[in-house]
């Protein structure tokens, strides 16, 4: 079972999200925050096989809190969720520490 936290502060996008993945053999949303504090919680609390982080939230950016997430745990898979299409928003977080960029 693949255990995911998706990080977006969208709450619709999050649900939809939510359902897509949870009708997916082996995965499972288990937390969702609606920001990077609150994932940067939730991480303390939990293991996650896959965290979905927003690269746009209030507060700190997608790219702070994933060098965060890295800091905290370096083998982390994360990734990032963007609307931005050009290539340097996914070359900035890959550089960063995410292990994938989806758009």
């Given at each position: 079972m693949?255990?995911?936290?998706i990080?977006d502060?969208?709450?619709?996008?999050?649900?939809?999200?939510?359902?897509?993945?949870?009708?997916?053999?082996?995965?499972?949303?288990?937390?969702?925050a609606?920001?990077?504090?609150e994932?940067?919680?939730?991480?303390?609390?939990?293991?996650?096989?896959?965290?979905?982080?927003?690269?746009?939230?209030?507060?700190?950016?997608?790219?702070?809190?994933?060098?965060?997430?890295?800091n905290i745990?370096?083998?982390?898979v994360?990734?990032i969720?963007s609307?931005?299409?050009?290539?340097?928003y996914a070359?900035?977080?890959?550089?960063a520490?995410?292990?994938?960029y989806?758009t």
């Open positions: 693949i255990n995911v936290l990080a502060d969208h709450t619709i996008f999050r649900a939809g999200l939510r359902q897509i993945l949870n009708e997916t053999p082996d995965i499972t949303v288990v937390d969702e609606s920001n990077g504090r994932a940067l919680a939730q991480l303390g609390q939990a293991q996650y096989d896959v965290i979905l982080l927003d690269i746009s939230m209030p507060g700190e950016s997608g790219v702070e809190i994933l060098k965060q997430i890295k745990r370096p083998d982390q994360v990734l969720l609307m931005h299409q050009e290539e340097q070359l900035r977080v890959l550089r520490g995410a292990s994938g989806v």
